[in-house]
């Protein structure tokens, strides 16, 4: 996988491109689970309150290759806390380049020390998820 900013995204030196999946109901959810257990429900709360209206939840094991497959269009969702600015900034540029929206759980502005980032396949899934999660404590 390689990205540059305003140079697109590729996979083997081919160009890549995010599902553009915008219904929750076809969305493929991927998450990953925080080592700090009170971060660890968390992100259980939100997988819970979602399971219900997506098509399918993966964990992967890896926060970067949730990423990557995002960009590659294979999942649509990658729901995260706590990430590393260095992976946050990696992902970015590849989601995006991709034609993915890069956001917050929250809501709040994104930026490379987001401690609940967002990586969704369009901006019509990002709003429809952010509607869902907002009422999970």
């Given at each position: 996988?390689?990205?540059?900013?305003?140079?697109?995204?590729?996979?083997?030196?081919?160009?890549?491109?995010?599902?553009?999946?915008?219904?929750?109901?076809?969305?493929?959810?991927?998450?990953?689970?925080?080592?700090?257990?009170?971060?660890?429900?968390?992100?259980?709360?939100?997988?819970?309150?979602?399971?219900?209206?997506?098509?399918?939840?993966?964990?992967?094991?890896?926060?970067?290759?949730?990423?990557?497959?995002?960009?590659?269009?294979w999942?649509?969702?990658?729901?995260?806390?706590?990430?590393s600015?260095?992976?946050?900034?990696?992902?970015?540029?590849?989601?995006?380049?991709?034609?993915?929206?890069?956001?917050?759980?929250?809501?709040?502005?994104?930026?490379?020390?987001?401690?609940?980032?967002?990586?969704?396949?369009?901006?019509?899934?990002?709003?429809?998820?952010?509607m869902?999660?907002?009422?999970?404590?």
């Amino acid at each position: 996988f390689a990205a540059y900013h305003h140079g697109g995204a590729t996979l083997n030196g081919k160009p890549i491109h995010v599902s553009g999946v915008n219904e929750v109901y076809r969305a493929i959810i991927s998450f990953d689970t925080p080592r700090r257990p009170e971060a660890r429900q968390k992100i259980m709360d939100y997988v819970q309150s979602l399971i219900k209206h997506v098509r399918t939840v993966r964990g992967l094991g890896s926060a970067v290759l949730n990423m990557a497959y995002i960009a590659a269009g294979w999942t649509d969702v990658y729901l995260a806390l706590n990430m590393s600015p260095w992976d946050q900034m990696a992902a970015a540029v590849l989601v995006e380049e991709a034609g993915g929206v890069v956001a917050t759980i929250s809501g709040q502005a994104w930026d490379s020390e987001s401690l609940d980032p967002l990586m969704v396949a369009s901006v019509e899934l990002e709003r429809a998820l952010r509607m869902l999660l907002k009422d999970v404590s």
